[in-house]
C-alpha cells in the first residue's frame, strides 16, 4: 500500500492572496479541510489555513501567496499520509479497494475497477471475464474485504 493517499485537486484560484480552491476527494470537504500538512508531488506542505466553501476546500498553502503562484498548481493533486488518518471499522479508503480480486464463493468474478459515489452507497464496479458487474457496497452482497490478501468476496444475484 502507497503511504500517501490522493485526496483532492486544486481546480482554480480564490481571491488574490494565493487560496486555492480544492475539490475534495473524500466523504466530505470538511474531513480535508482537518489537515495541517498535505503532500503535493509527494513533497509535504504545510496548510495554513482552510475551510469548507460550499462542496469545495478554500486553502492556503505555505509559501503560496499570489494569485499567480496559486494559478500555476492548477490540476495539482493533494495526497495525504495515511498515518494521519484512523478509520472506523468496515471502512477503506477507494484506493486501496482498486484493483481487489473479487470471487462470489470460489468463483472468480473480476476485478474492482472503481467504486462510483452514489447518494444512498457507494457501489462497486467489477470487471471480468464475462462483463461488467455493478455490486452496491452493502453487508447483504459485500461478504468480506480482505486487503492483506487483495481479496474481496461478494454474493451476486441474477442481474448484477
Same mark, same amino acid.
Given at each position: 500500500? #502507497? #503511504? =500517501? /493517499? &490522493?485526496?483532492? +485537486?486544486i481546480v482554480s484560484t480564490h481571491g488574490i492572496r494565493g487560496e486555492v480552491r480544492v475539490e475534495p476527494w473524500c466523504d466530505s470537504? %470538511?474531513? =480535508? %479541510?482537518?489537515?495541517?500538512v498535505i503532500y503535493m508531488r509527494g513533497a509535504p506542505v504545510e496548510v495554513e489555513s482552510a475551510r469548507v466553501h460550499k462542496s469545495l476546500v478554500l486553502m492556503k498553502l505555505a509559501g503560496v501567496d499570489t494569485v499567480e503562484a496559486a494559478q500555476a498548481l492548477r490540476e495539482t493533486v493533494l495526497s495525504i499520509s495515511r498515518e494521519g488518518?484512523? /478509520?472506523? &471499522?468496515?471502512?477503506?479508503? $477507494?484506493?486501496?479497494?482498486?484493483? /481487489? %480480486?473479487v470471487y462470489d464463493g470460489d468463483e472468480h468474478v473480476g476485478s474492482l475497477v472503481d467504486v462510483l459515489t452514489m447518494p444512498a452507497h457507494d457501489v462497486y464496479l467489477v470487471r471480468g471475464a464475462d462483463g461488467e458487474h455493478m455490486i452496491p457496497a452493502v453487508p !447483504?452482497?459485500?461478504?468480506? *474485504? !480482505?486487503? !492483506?490478501?487483495? *481479496?474481496?468476496?461478494? +454474493?451476486? $444475484? !441474477?442481474?448484477?
Amino acid at each position: 500500500m #502507497n #503511504n =500517501l /493517499l &490522493e485526496i483532492g +485537486k486544486i481546480v482554480s484560484t480564490h481571491g488574490i492572496r494565493g487560496e486555492v480552491r480544492v475539490e475534495p476527494w473524500c466523504d466530505s470537504p %470538511a474531513f =480535508l %479541510a482537518g489537515f495541517t500538512v498535505i503532500y503535493m508531488r509527494g513533497a509535504p506542505v504545510e496548510v495554513e489555513s482552510a475551510r469548507v466553501h460550499k462542496s469545495l476546500v478554500l486553502m492556503k498553502l505555505a509559501g503560496v501567496d499570489t494569485v499567480e503562484a496559486a494559478q500555476a498548481l492548477r490540476e495539482t493533486v493533494l495526497s495525504i499520509s495515511r498515518e494521519g488518518v484512523t /478509520l472506523p &471499522e468496515g471502512r477503506y479508503f $477507494i484506493q486501496d479497494l482498486i484493483g /481487489l %480480486a473479487v470471487y462470489d464463493g470460489d468463483e472468480h468474478v473480476g476485478s474492482l475497477v472503481d467504486v462510483l459515489t452514489m447518494p444512498a452507497h457507494d457501489v462497486y464496479l467489477v470487471r471480468g471475464a464475462d462483463g461488467e458487474h455493478m455490486i452496491p457496497a452493502v453487508p !447483504e452482497f459485500v461478504r468480506s *474485504i !480482505e486487503l !492483506e490478501r487483495g *481479496i474481496m468476496r461478494v +454474493k451476486l $444475484i !441474477e442481474g448484477m
